[in-house]
């Protein structure tokens, strides 16, 4: 399904990131020296079941969390030890979201919500680029409208939208289907996908969806903090396959730390 | 149920803390205005009683009316010496002292009255043990001869004079040329360390001094004050007479007090108003945060009810929080406004009362406070709660989502309002309401003040985005603006909170300035005088100089026309009807410099018989020249007089002039006033200089040119409204909590969007600009509303008092912008905490935030 660009970079990369939540008995690791490179152009999914450090690693790559140890890179930047100011401005300039919901601000139109963040830079979008993604995702006719006003499906296509706005190194999505009905599901998948195909996006998307998964080059399976498996070139079936067997997977990781 | 309840305010502190606030500062007002109220009262009325201790009985002259420094006839006074002898002479009584009190003028160290806005009281020195309770020598020793006075500390200070100096003092029985100089042997304070009891200036005499000043050196006293343990005030009333009235000390000590409480009870009014106005804003603020905290509970009791509370569970279950909130926060509220309410005492002591000590009294009626305290709390959370019941479980569990209501409904009863009051006040204002006028207005100002108050969502609209038009030139400030015109009534109570303390404050700038500019305009209008002499108005005397005075002025070179003017008003009347008499020594020339005209007849050497009235007084009266009409001078004598001329209608020469030949009948046969045309290209204030060395012996008065004289006529105003606005502010200040309040709980609602607004790559200086400007935005906001409603109020004031000579509508320009600019710091500093609040969010937890 993929269309491998012959030469591949590195769009983010981590290096042994471990990351604990609380202290003492009640400390939980969440992330088990975590080593991971995502290729630019590239849609990688991660896996994995609850409380498995997905969404951590998510978060720590994208300078949203801090990391106990280990470093992360987008691109050339060095994410680890960024300041709030350093790293805002890196979320705004290199970084496109997409979360699960509540991805609008209810006070702007659909057309504003999609700048937003070239107006927070206080810089004028590229709007040849803007026109483009407006018309692959069919928003044309919904550019005036409120967030309130538009259905579920069409929300995400403009989140999708504002992710990509600002051309950045790379677009996390965390669950962008998790609140969607299986058809605007389909929707923002098969955008996503042709955002890396004719746009060569670079794409991190956090699901449990095997079929959501199915979209991607390469899925990344996570379980208790540890990378235990990397499928290329995944299918739904293969996907599902494998997390039949996740006990076993999960069992030979905790074997490796135990 | 309740352990949900409790468990889940627990866990809101931020909003726990916040409406609590609302209820402590609206609590806290309402009982610091009523111990305030209760507390001064008492003080006030304790000093008075103070008076009278020791005192066992009190003779007075049996008279009503014609109080203390009023005209009257001394002599009806009076207790005659024979009488103090027949009181002396009565069983029980050991001592009576004769005591003489009255009103005097002292020169002080400039030559000028001491004590301008409160009168100087003589009076006799008693060496008796009696006074030795309240009058305290502080310095030297009390007056043991003829010529030697003390003096009440306040009169030193005010005087410039001290042990040793010598003072003039004169009065209605002895003028200025007679009067003598004293030697001051002593200075005295007031019991309790004060130098002044109600701001009066006092000079104690001998007994013969203070007679030939107050008396006429008749042999007679005021009142005499009885001692002796067993006084029987009927024996006394039987010695002396039915003429006498004979009172026990702590009967005259309630009638004194009495006396003085009119005082109290207006500054009581004045601070119970405050207190109104207090809690009035204060329903807003706390009305607004539980209807906020209740909407963002929406998902909580929806949850409630999905695992099977009934919906008046979930009622009962917010009012159950609503009344655990009121009662603890009124509790504290009373409690700091107890502490409030008795530092303010002290305060308006110590600046208003002279160091009046201070009686704390808590009256019974500050538990009132409570009662409001918890009922606009209960009240307020009840409407929230029955609309959250309503929500079915699921669709509330949904997104919270809180669509902004319709504003129609409100929009349209707030029209009516408005339409109702506007109403009102137009036949209040046209007289059509059969002698209510002034009440109909009033009533009408009030529900249109509510009125307005409904419209103020839908004016937020047009007004918000206006308003953040001119500050939405960065991103963050355009995202001010849309969250500040996001939920317009949330906007609009808050902002309505400072536009009722800006309002009141424009209203009466409005006046003041309104009252300036007609004294002004009556001057420039017509007036050609350049220099006026007078004293200062609202003086507790009336002052007027010498006759000779204006000779000398008209002889100087640089000066073409003198215009003295005579007055007597008190109990004058023309065919029997009160009216103000007027004269002047030259009445053609006086008019000249009036800028006055003549209408119909000829003012020129008025003969004695003849009189002068304006178009607007004849036309009222139906009098014509050549009438004659009964006038009553205020020594009581009536004179035919028979009318020689029509003025043409001006406010300076409105009533009844009379020849200068009848001043004889004045009760001050002095002018008080002269205004004095200068030659044209002569240097005004050279002449103003000679003029005041020309009146360097005339304490009473001085020369001011026509600014300065609107200042002084004026000048009593701008302190009015200087304490005013120290008042408002105080409502200013829960107006601005309820701003800050707003704003907290508007972030906690927007967390996930401010999350999302970092997490795309807003700054946390981005963040705090886009809360300041939404704080801006409200605060000037109500600013303008209530400029507007306050300016509103200021002209109806005005039109209603058009007839009593308010003529102009003058808006206070200066202190508008200065009240606009107060609401932009004003939402600046609001806006600190809420917006580091705001851009300290952790942007993960933010997203995540439900």
């Not at chain 2, 500390?153 to 002895?174: H, I, L, M, Q, R």
């Not at chain 2, 704390?360 to 929230?384: D, M, N, Q």
């Not at chain 2, 004058?572 to 209408?599: C, I, M, P, R």
């Not at chain 2, 304490?699 to 026509?706: A, K, M, Q, R, Y």
Request: some cysteine.
């Amino acid at each position: 399904m993929s269309t491998a660009s012959p030469v591949r970079t590195t769009a983010v990369s981590a290096e042994g990131l471990w990351k604990a939540y609380g202290m003492g008995e009640a400390q939980v690791v969440a992330l088990r020296d975590v080593s991971v490179e995502f290729a630019s152009g590239a849609f990688t999914a991660i896996m994995g079941p609850s409380g498995s450090g997905k969404s951590t690693l998510m978060h720590c790559l994208a300078g949203l969390d801090t990391t106990d140890r280990g470093t992360v890179h987008i691109g050339d930047t060095a994410v680890t030890g960024l300041g709030d100011k350093a790293l805002t401005k890196l979320r705004r300039d290199k970084i496109g979201f997409i979360f699960q919901q509540f991805n609008l601000l209810p006070t702007l139109t659909a057309e504003e919500n999609i700048t937003l963040p070239a107006a927070i830079a206080g810089a004028k979008a590229d709007p040849a680029w803007i026109n483009q993604i407006i018309k692959t995702l069919d928003l044309a006719d919904r550019l005036s409208h409120k967030p309130t006003e538009l259905s579920g499906g069409q929300q995400q296509r403009v989140a999708c939208a504002r992710a990509l706005a600002s051309r950045p190194e790379v677009v996390f999505a965390d669950e962008p289907t998790g609140n969607l009905d299986t058809r605007s599901g389909a929707e923002v998948l098969r955008f996503l996908r042709t955002s890396v195909d004719d746009f060569g996006q670079t794409i991190v998307m956090v699901t449990h969806d095997p079929s959501a998964a199915a979209y991607a080059d390469r899925v990344v399976f996570l379980a208790d903090g540890q990378i235990v498996e990397d499928m290329a070139e995944p299918t739904a079936d293969k996907v599902i396959d494998k997390m039949k067997h996740f006990e076993e997977l999960v069992a030979a990781a905790q074997g490796e730390h135990a | 149920m309740l352990r949900a309840t409790l468990k889940g305010m627990a866990s809101r502190k931020a909003r726990l803390v916040l409406t609590s606030l609302a209820v402590v500062l609206g609590t806290m007002f309402v009982a610091a205005a009523m111990v305030l109220t209760a507390t001064m009262e008492k003080s006030v009325s304790g000093v008075i009683a103070d008076a009278y201790t020791g005192v066992d009985a009190v003779v007075t002259r049996d008279t009503d009316g014609g109080g203390m420094g009023g005209p009257g006839n001394p002599a009806a006074m009076a207790i005659p010496a024979a009488t103090l002898e027949q009181i002396r002479a009565t069983d029980g009584v050991d001592r009576a002292d004769g005591a003489i009190e009255g009103q005097v003028k002292a020169l002080g160290e400039n030559g000028k009255l001491v004590g301008t806005f409160a009168p100087t009281i003589g009076l006799n020195w008693a060496s008796g043990e009696g006074q030795g309770d309240y009058i305290e020598l502080r310095e030297g020793r009390g007056p043991e001869a003829d010529g030697e006075v003390a003096v009440s500390a306040k009169f030193a200070a005010d005087s410039g004079f001290t042990v040793g100096d010598t003072v003039t003092v004169y009065s209605d029985t002895v003028d200025l040329e007679s009067a003598v100089a004293y030697e001051i042997v002593g200075v005295y304070g007031l019991s309790g360390d004060r130098d002044s009891l109600a701001g009066e200036t006092q000079v104690a005499f001998s007994t013969g001094d203070a007679q030939r000043l107050l008396t006429g050196g008749e042999d007679v006293y005021t009142s005499v004050y009885v001692y002796g343990d067993a006084v029987d005030t009927d024996a006394i009333a039987a010695a002396v007479g039915n003429d006498f009235k004979v009172q026990t000390g702590e009967e005259a000590s309630e009638a004194a007090a009495q006396g003085f409480a009119v005082v109290s009870d207006f500054m009581g009014y004045i601070f119970l108003g405050f207190g109104l106005v207090a809690v009035f804003v204060s329903i807003f603020l706390i009305i607004n945060t539980f209807t906020i905290i209740v909407a963002q509970r929406q998902r909580e009791l929806a949850l409630l009810r999905a695992i099977g509370a009934g919906r008046g569970q979930v009622v009962r279950s917010v009012l159950a929080e609503a009344l655990i909130i009121g009662t603890g926060a009124s509790i504290i509220g009373l409690g700091l406004g107890l502490l409030l309410g008795w530092g303010l005492s002290e305060v308006v002591s110590a600046t208003m009362m002279g160091g009046l000590p201070v009686q704390l009294l808590i009256p019974a009626t500050t538990l009132w406070a409570l009662a409001v305290g918890i009922g606009v709390t209960v009240l307020s959370a009840l409407l929230p709660a029955v609309k959250a019941s309503s929500v079915p479980p699921v669709a509330a569990m949904r997104e919270a989502v809180n669509p902004p209501k319709p504003l129609r409904g409100i929009t349209i009863a707030g029209a009516i309002v408005f339409l109702a009051g506007a109403v009102l006040l137009a036949f209040g204002l046209t007289d059509n309401l059969g002698g209510e006028e002034l009440t109909g207005i009033l009533v009408g100002v009030g529900i249109a003040f509510v009125g307005v108050t409904m419209l103020t969502p839908i004016l937020s609209r047009p007004l918000v985005a206006l308003l953040g038009a001119v500050m939405s030139w960065s991103f963050s400030g355009r995202l001010g603006k849309l969250n500040a015109g996001r939920n317009p009534r949330r906007t609009a109570i808050t902002a309505s909170a400072l536009m009722i303390a800006v309002a009141l404050i424009t209203g009466i700038a409005t006046l003041v300035s309104s009252i300036k500019s007609t004294t002004s305009e009556a001057l420039d209008l017509n007036l050609n005088s350049d220099l006026i002499v007078s004293g200062a108005q609202g003086g507790a005397s009336i002052p007027s100089f010498s006759p000779e005075r204006v000779n000398e002025i008209r002889a100087l070179p640089d000066v073409d026309e003198v215009g003295d003017v005579y007055a007597d008003f008190f109990n004058t009347k023309v065919n029997g009807e009160e009216a103000a008499l007027s004269s002047s020594s030259d009445l053609q020339a006086a008019l000249a410099v009036f800028g006055g005209t003549v209408a119909e007849g000829s003012v020129a050497d008025l003969a004695p018989d003849a009189v002068v009235v304006d178009e607007g007084t004849a036309k009222d009266r139906g009098v014509d020249v050549g009438d004659t009409v009964e006038v009553t001078f205020s020594d009581g004598t009536a004179e035919q007089l028979t009318i020689a001329a029509i003025l043409e209608g001006y406010d300076l020469t409105n009533g009844w002039w009379v020849a200068p030949d009848q001043v004889q009948h004045f009760m001050v046969q002095k002018p008080m006033q002269a205004y004095i045309q200068v030659a044209e290209g002569a240097d005004v204030a050279a002449v103003q200089d000679e003029v005041d060395e020309i009146l360097k012996d005339e304490p009473e008065v001085g020369v001011t040119n026509n600014a300065e004289f609107v200042e002084q006529q004026t000048g009593g105003l701008d302190t009015i409204l200087a304490a005013v606005q120290i008042l408002l502010a105080l409502a200013m200040i829960i107006a601005v909590i309820g701003v800050v309040n707003t704003l907290v709980l508007s972030v906690l609602e927007r967390t996930r969007e401010l999350g999302l607004l970092r997490a795309v790559g807003m700054t946390r200086g981005q963040v705090r600009r886009m809360i300041t400007v939404e704080s801006v935005i409200i605060c000037v906001f109500g600013a303008v509303l209530g400029i507007a409603v306050g300016i509103g109020l200021g002209w109806t004031v005005q039109q209603a008092l058009e007839e009593e000579g308010l003529h102009n509508f003058a808006l206070p320009w200066g202190l508008i912008a200065t009240y606009l600019v107060a609401a932009v710091v004003v939402g600046l500093l609001a806006a600190i905490a809420p917006a580091a609040r705001a851009a300290k969010l952790n942007v993960l937890g933010a997203i995540a935030y439900e």
